[in-house]
């Protein structure tokens, strides 16, 4: 449960509570999200792009390691507010256990001096040690008493994980990935940058489905649980953890990028909006670009904005870029997605 | 997504997305229908039983197989018709992949020129292939542009599936279903043709719930999800998906057929009047045959009427038949399950 | 289905159903209470404790060996008014089969001659019938008919499980519960009887999330499920099942009891006041004692109250003790749990 004056540049917090992840989780996020990607639900066609069984959902990794972190991090979080360098460094299994760490890499007290922003890199390790995730995020947390401010400390983040340095499984296969197993029949040769994909469906959120998610998560920030305390909150009311946002997104935009079949990097992001219950998210992509990788003619990364919309019909939307501002914009990522591309024959 | 123009008589979908069904989906199912028939639950009881291990249940299966065909089939459907000659073939266990097609084999264009019905014959197999279930179904699917009506083909589907075509494990062993495992002591010589048994409990549905159960289903029908969309469709809100509410008067039904072990065959059916969240569930069934089967003198079909209620005591019920066109009435399922015969001694 | 007629005492109920937990219930039980003991879900840490592998959380044991009694115990209750000498013997694991049975110990008829209290014996035994769970509970259940009133038998119940009964695996290495793992520091030796702590989180209920615990654990009692049916029962609404709330207790208090890793025995408790969909829980623990293990120099009891507090802040609460009538109050547990003691260099 810390505060603002608890994080000083350099200080490591090893995260409580390793979590083992099974196929009992796997169900409860499809159960909770709708998430579709065949390679986590489709055990031969994991298998036959060379997985030694289906890997997790990437957004369920995220979000499980993501989980950790809150108790020593943001507990008393005011805001989550950006994620940098978000890298997806290996295949996560039913069965692995992933502890996790972060560092401390900036702090910036507000003018307020009630509040400071902190910037924290984490990390993600299975049972063998290895790393399996790494990001970095920024989330505003409150003072809790009236010591002078610290030295503001502004860590230079990436804007991107260059391609380059996107990791891909050294076995993937990926000319397994039929289109009769994703449902659709675009790959990377077929998506243009500057192209918009509004996905045709709509989730609306219930609070037992965000709490649940959360829970899942072993996420404990207060916010998204206790409607009582939440009476006095800015909001009046509980916020959806702005994860599950992230994964209904993923999950509705199945339709249109079919053959995305994993995440490789979030380069970053922020929730632009509250998500409250009851809200209906929506899900646009705007393809950014397309990028090779090294040593690979067979798999490609594409570049995508996404965008998650609340109460809001898609078509209503102004054209790209909707504006920051936009009051029905909750989400907008900048993340890769790992693509086959079509084999020339 | 498609429209009444994209279905031809013979065209076959083969759906994407294979699922491997695990012991989280079978948790993940019990935690959302409450779902109590021990062979799906018990490892003991089904290993007793013949089985190699707990068989999923079958309606979990059915929901899953039925999910695996909306994309293609039903996004848009306008409502779900009627099932014809649905056969349970083969059981399904965890760690099972099942993969689904259908083809077309019916269409009739609606007089008001909007919208028709299309009928299909679908398949879900397992891994190695073999059939697990097959089912019939047609729905009404709106038009998408104003091409003349084609012409129409009615098929002609069977009224039942006969006794002599239900599937029975050769390795079972129903003498092994003792009534201290299943909670009951009634087996098929103690039901009477005519018989009305009235399940005592009832369940209400909420949102999540239903959302819940279908987003495990993998289903993606936009009527059960999108309350932002749903405020234009005659309802005014989400519909529960009927799947969840054939799977909550089977769990319902458990207290009065409690030695029904497996649902063998569903002959035809009808969603009377929609579900929606905060109605009451209730369950009547209705005995209508007893059916021996060939080579068996250990299990037998008991055939069935299940009536599924909401928001009405069913002891306020008309006797039977209540009309199709009680107001109350959701569900109007003709099947049958397979049952153990007392043993002579 | 019995009613209070039904309950002879020396009468057994062998309940229906075993139920075969996976690491799916474990799963969903997550989803649904937010658990974060470590040694339920971080399988490295059970193994370092001498586990074989993670053993299934404790109350998610209780409140599915609960469940199975309902159809045959408490169906038709008008109230859980409470429990003594439970005893957690032995560890459950994912694969595990439980079986339950009752043994009614005393019966009352209430003054109104329209209901009455039963005293039952329960027991729940895995595949191996190794007894892990037994239990002594009371409830108030409806008359029938107007048969008169049996002569009233009143058990005597011990007040506690005394400390050299409690039950402690003999591979057990608390030693190996790293502050790393747990996220506190305090172990045995730290908490001071008389102290109170009031654990940060709360956690609001939704009907769907209690609902789904409650099918979870296939416990059938129709209050909890059937808001039509409640219209008319003195509250006019569903009610949450006790064991839920008992649940989510145990998960709140994680902070502060970091290092509390299992629960050894509830001496005895009560359902102070119902708790409804709606209802902000939080959770309260005093220390009561501190109990040495007969035999064990490294792991000791802690003797708790657990005070469940609904709808009001904890610092607003009179000190202890809470009146038992205090509105706020729905539960009222006196527990014992098993947690390291710092050993001596």
Chains 1, 2, 3 share one sequence.
């Not at 978000?86 to 996790?100: E, I, M, S």
């Not at 910036?108 to 922003?117: L, P, W, Y």
């Not at 989730?203 to 939440?230: K, P, V």
């Not at 809001?312 to 914009?329: I, S, W």
Request: with cysteine; net charge neutral; glycine share 8%.
């Amino acid at each position: 449960m810390n505060f603002f004056e608890d994080f000083q540049v350099g200080r490591v917090f090893r995260h409580a509570i390793p979590r083992t992840l099974t196929s009992g989780d796997a169900a409860a996020y499809i159960a909770l999200t709708g998430a579709r990607q065949p390679l986590h639900c489709a055990e031969p066609l994991a298998r036959a792009l060379g997985y030694p069984a289906c890997p997790l959902d990437d957004f369920l990794v995220f979000n499980m390691a993501f989980g950790k972190t809150v108790p020593d991090i943001s507990y008393n979080a005011i805001a989550n507010l950006g994620y940098a360098d978000v890298r997806f460094r290996a295949p996560v299994y039913a069965g692995d256990t992933l502890a996790c760490e972060s560092t401390v890499i900036g702090v910036k007290e507000n003018s307020s001096g009630r509040s400071g922003v902190v910037y924290v890199h984490s990390s993600a390790r299975n049972q063998e040690r290895r790393e399996v995730l790494s990001w970095n995020r920024w989330v505003m947390v409150a003072k809790h008493g009236s010591q002078p401010a610290p030295s503001p400390v502004i860590p230079k983040l990436p804007t991107e994980v260059p391609p380059a340095e996107i990791a891909v499984a050294p076995f993937l296969r990926p000319g397994a990935l039929a289109s009769e197993a994703s449902g659709g029949q675009r790959l990377w040769d077929d998506y243009r940058p500057g192209e918009v994909l509004d996905h045709p469906g709509g989730m609306t959120i219930e609070e037992a489905d965000h709490m649940s998610a959360t829970r899942l998560f072993q996420n404990t920030a207060r916010i998204h649980f206790d409607a009582f305390a939440a009476r006095d909150n800015p909001f009046g009311k509980r916020l959806v953890y702005g994860g599950h946002v992230i994964s209904l997104c993923r999950s509705l935009s199945h339709d249109g990028l079919e053959n995305a079949f994993a995440v490789a990097a979030i380069h970053g992001g922020t929730h632009a909006n509250p998500t409250f219950a009851g809200d209906t998210l929506y899900c646009r992509h705007v393809v950014t670009s397309r990028d090779e990788l090294p040593g690979r003619a067979d798999v490609v990364a594409l570049r995508l904005r996404m965008l998650g919309v609340k109460n809001e019909a898609l078509a209503r939307l102004p054209a790209v870029p909707v504006g920051d501002k936009h009051p029905a914009l909750v989400l907008d990522l900048d993340y890769s997605v790992l693509i086959p591309r079509r084999q020339r024959p």
